[in-house]
């Protein structure tokens, strides 16, 4: 639940001599602000109609006219008519438009929340597909579709071009990350956070593809292997070594199945070697089909800021888990003040905590670098678990559910490893 935090309320008489003029009721924006609420309340004869806008220190930041009661304002996103963007601290004011007030009189409330910044977590989903290359949704369509899952964020990753993003619509409710997926005769590789990660997507040799992360990565892209052992089609398997330069590998990719299953057990194989890799997820949703959904797989990222910029840093430090659904469920770890994708430094509390809103009968399994450690069902919906770190480098959980659906058993969720640093 967000904690939005109430700002200023106030309730005004208008009369019908102030027809035609406007009133400017400021506020002091907090600095801590990471996204704005305004909202009106008009009381009045039906043909009555207030207009309203909002002014930040710069000067008037968004106008709704008398077409909305509502607009948030937040870092990257906002209410169509408003700008999104940083949140500066001070003066600001809500403006009214006295349009046409229709004799006696009108009554407007005014109230403003604020939410602070401060680490949460938002959900999204890190590999779609949109007109701009083979998807079947518009921007705009996929806008609405996430929107309505109650995702925060979605990655534009068409194939080998980052247009997508630029035809996103604003809106309150959702925001997009650029993105593109870097589509090779020998494998896929989604390059997030860039209008234009490549000069040129055409590589024909290993040495060319070590190349091309480079250059995405000196031009700020996340970069993520896709699907690394998908066989089902030509060149989707990553063929070009998964020894280069990764940011992340997309360990879940659409419904689960055999290429997933190879890359967790080539995940573990590379945090077992010291390797520290974070594990993402993505629909690579391209049409409608019944398995192949959006926000499923669903990344939960924890971060201070709700911004396409804040979501990349947040993968790139491993604070992101995976859900087989919007709804859920999370795995939370945490040793201390260190969550998923830390390094606990030593000398730290010895003692890990899990939590989870899981289902009786779910398969909880806990991996170290020695590999499955311990495995238990569970008996009821809310997991809380203490254990000893117990002298490994990592520690990471999966949660196993059975699917009537289908009839069989597969995964719910994922965590990313939580590492110790070793003792001297």
Same mark, same amino acid.
């Given at each position: ?168 619509? /604003? %809106?309150? +409710?959702?925001?997009?990350?650029? #993105? ?6 020998? !494998? &896929?590789?989604? $390059? ?108 939960? /990222? %924890?971060? +201070?800021?709700?911004?396409?910029? #804040? ?6 430090? !491993? &604070?992101?888990? $995976? ?102």
């Amino acid at each position: 639940m967000q904690d939005w935090r109430h700002l200023f309320e106030q309730r005004y008489h208008v009369d019908s001599s102030a027809e035609g003029g406007y009133l400017e009721l400021p506020f002091d924006c907090p600095a801590d602000a990471a996204e704005l609420q305004i909202c009106i309340e008009v009381e009045g004869p039906k043909a009555t109609v207030i207009d309203f806008g909002v002014a930040d220190p710069q000067g008037v930041r968004g106008w709704s006219g008398g077409a909305r009661r509502e607009a948030v304002i937040g870092l990257a996103r906002a209410t169509p008519g408003y700008r999104p963007g940083a949140l500066q601290a001070g003066r600001w004011a809500v403006l009214l438009g006295a349009y046409q007030v229709t004799s006696p009189a009108c009554d407007v409330t005014v109230r403003v929340r604020y939410l602070p910044a401060a680490p949460r977590w938002l959900r999204g989903e890190l590999h779609v597909h949109t007109t701009h290359s083979d998807g079947a949704d518009a921007p705009w369509q996929v806008a609405d579709a996430i929107a309505d899952l109650g995702l925060d964020f979605v990655a534009l990753t068409d194939h080998n071009t980052a247009t997508a993003a630029q035809a996103f619509p /604003v %809106r309150p +409710d959702v925001f997009a990350i650029q #993105g593109m997926e870097w589509t090779t005769l020998e !494998g &896929h590789c989604n $390059l997030l956070g860039s209008d234009r990660p490549l000069r040129d997507f055409r590589v024909q040799s290993a040495e060319e593809a070590l190349r091309g992360i480079e250059e995405a990565r000196a031009h700020g892209a996340f970069v993520s292997v896709s699907h690394p052992f998908d066989d089902s089609c030509k060149g989707c398997a990553w063929g070009w070594g998964l020894d280069l330069p990764m940011d992340a590998v997309e360990l879940w990719n659409g419904p689960w199945r055999p290429c997933n299953q190879a890359a967790l057990a080539w995940w573990q194989q590379q945090l077992a070697g010291g390797r520290r890799l974070p594990a993402i997820g993505g629909s690579d949703r391209h049409v409608p089909h019944p398995f192949v959904r959006y926000g499923m797989p669903t990344n939960w /990222v %924890r971060t +201070d800021s709700p911004t396409a910029d #804040g979501v990349l840093a947040a993968l790139r430090q !491993g &604070h992101v888990a $995976l859900s087989v659904a919007p709804e859920g469920p999370l795995l939370d770890l945490r040793c201390g003040s260190s969550m998923q994708g830390d390094v606990v430094p030593a000398g730290s509390p010895e003692q890990l905590e899990i939590r989870s809103t899981a289902r009786a009968g779910d398969r909880l399994r806990l991996f170290s670098e020695r590999g499955l450690e311990q495995e238990s069902v569970l008996e009821s919906g809310e997991l809380h678990l203490n254990f000893l770190r117990d002298g490994r480098s990592f520690w990471r959980a999966e949660l196993w559910r059975w699917f009537e659906e289908v009839r069989y058993e597969l995964p719910a969720a994922f965590s990313n490893p939580i590492y110790f640093a070793a003792r001297t």
